[in-house]
């Protein structure tokens, strides 16, 4: 029903930056939030950062002040900017949002594939 297709991992040096952007599509009546979460290599899933419907931002306390998350210019979409990126940033990136379908009144959550961010140092 809902998609998310996440862009713009890759692989940078440490210092570096790098735009990740995620697009949901679908049957979407209402977004609630849209988040990114990591999962590194024998670690569990952890948030990263996340934008609410009335633009309110939390983020994690390893990112604060190098990452900011946003909107994109189409509905839907969340770009999430890393500056001065870590090798402990190192991780598979997924979106994730929290949404109110056009064929159910309950709220469900979908999950994109992943983009894969590796920082070398």
């Known amino acids: 029903q809902v998609q998310l297709v996440e862009f713009g991992g890759g692989l940078v040096q440490a210092g570096g930056s790098l735009r990740l952007s995620c697009a949901a599509s679908?049957?979407?009546?209402?977004?609630?939030?849209m988040r990114w979460y990591r999962q590194a290599p024998g670690k569990q899933r952890e948030l990263v950062a996340g934008?609410?419907?009335?633009?309110?931002?939390n983020y994690a306390d390893s990112v604060k002040g190098r990452f900011t998350i946003s909107r994109g210019g189409a509905q839907n979409t969340v770009i999430l900017q890393m500056n001065s990126l870590k090798s402990e940033d190192t991780a598979v990136y997924y979106c994730?949002?929290?949404?109110?379908?056009?064929?159910?009144?309950?709220?469900?959550?979908?999950w994109g594939q992943g983009t894969q961010v590796t920082v070398s140092s």
């Open positions: 934008i609410t419907s009335d633009d309110s931002t």
């Open positions: 994730n949002a929290q949404v109110v379908t056009t064929t159910s009144i309950h709220q469900s959550e979908y």
């Open positions: 679908g049957s979407i009546w209402k977004m609630h939030a």
